[in-house]
């Protein structure tokens, strides 16, 4: 049931280490298998080690009574199950938790019970290795499990994907990766991640994660609980704290990128991550509020569009110097492009090195025309196409959004869109190399707090 625990965790419970021959209890101290179970209790069920117990009864009481006197304590997380999340690029490698979690007065019972199955299924004289014969008795045969499963109502994202002043829009391709990285394990049905943004100003506020367990891979309601702090703990500083937040008790844990607040409505369990802490605890306080009133999501993620004026995108930009246009009397001025349902547009030269080497254009919207960024998104990619000659658009992450290029042919330039709040942004040029250099240092300016 546990992945990824190699066989030499086994070592010193019930084999040797340098040829791994099997040994009886006899050939071991009750004090060292002892310490192995508290120190180690899942690898010690793991092992599968065959203990002839048989004329040792007496040292297996010893030996589980010893452990059971220092087996009180709460369920313990052996390591944690996921490594890194949305918004990361290293390798995801979520665990089965619900088999990793248990408890040492547990794990005790079902030691107790493995060495006892192991013993009796053995042939030979007591306290000796052999192989087992039809005459072992009946305990011949794969050892019993036991039965579990939590018994958890199945609810929908839109029930938690809600919050006043809240919006949930589309996740960037890095964080729907992985999201998706958590349901690699049976303990996860489904995952849902949305960007959280305030509805007035449209600012972000952090991500929202949304884990459909499936319960019946969740042993028991002790299981359920580390996996919540198990998995909040991940992506904080591996530890976590209780508190209580709108009238629910929620598990927080701070870490090098913000905090972290996850708490479980039914099947789903619900992580809110961000840089700020106030922010996240808006966003959390704002769903419980609207969980306890019943209020029910939107199916689709919607990002704003607020409004701002077009001269708001041309910021100070390292390498990039962004020209006015010379009046069309002096010099004949660059085609506008035509967006569909734009109100405004303003055009500049991209200098870089003292030469116009693009030229970017910001258009503003009517928000009748595009009520979100997701409707935006046709006429983005449209855009970029039809300005590099029709040529194929990819989307693409760049930093802290998604941009749309074309790249043209010799005669044709290439063209990179891209959206900041309210407004569509153009970058057009002949060199590919320079568009995307504009590109790169005018996201960075413009996500830089």
Known sequence: MLD??????????????DDRRQVGV????????????????????IAEASLHLAG????????????????????????????????????????????????????????????????????????????ATEDAGPNVGPLPTIAGGTELAA???????????LTFGRPLPSEQAGAEAFTQEPEVSSATVRRVHSLPDGRFLGQALVLALNGAEIFDEGVLGAYVRGVVGALGDGT??????????????????????????????????????????????????????????????????VPIPADAAFVAVPTVAFQPFLPSEEEPRPEPPGLPGASGVQGRYGVVAGERRTVVWAFTLDPAAHPSAEALEPAMVALASGRAGGAPSESVELIDRVVHRA???AEVPSATAFRHQGLVLLVEGTDPAQVDAVVSAWITALAAP
Do not use: K, W
């Open 26 to 45: 006899g050939g071991l101290e009750a004090r060292h298998l002892v310490a192995q179970l508290v120190d180690h209790p899942l690898r010690v069920l």
């Open 155 to 165: 609810l929908e994202p839109v029930r938690v994907l809600v919050g006043d002043g």
């Open 56 to 131: 040792q009864a007496g040292q297996l009481v010893m030996v589980v009574s010893a452990v059971l006197g220092r087996g009180d304590g709460v369920p313990e997380v052996g390591e944690h199950v996921f490594e890194g999340f949305l918004h990361r690029q290293p390798q995801y490698a979520p665990r089965r938790l619900a088999g990793a979690v248990t408890t040492h007065r547990f794990a005790a019972l079902l030691l107790t019970g493995a060495l006892l199955a192991a013993g009796c299924s053995e042939d030979g004289e007591p306290g000796r290795g052999g192989r």
């Open 240 to 305: 976590t704290v209780d508190a209580q937040l709108a009238g629910r008790t929620v598990v927080r844990s701070r870490g090098p990128a913000g905090l972290t607040i996850g708490f479980r409505e039914e099947n789903l369990l619900v992580v809110v991550r961000g840089a700020a802490e106030p922010d996240v605890t808006l966003v959390v306080e704002r769903q419980l509020a609207a969980i306890a009133g019943g209020v029910v999501g939107a199916p689709d993620p919607a990002t704003p569009l």
């Open 4 to 17: 990824g625990l190699e066989a030499d965790g086994a070592e010193g419970v019930g084999r040797s280490p």
């Open 407 to 409: 790249t043209g042919g």
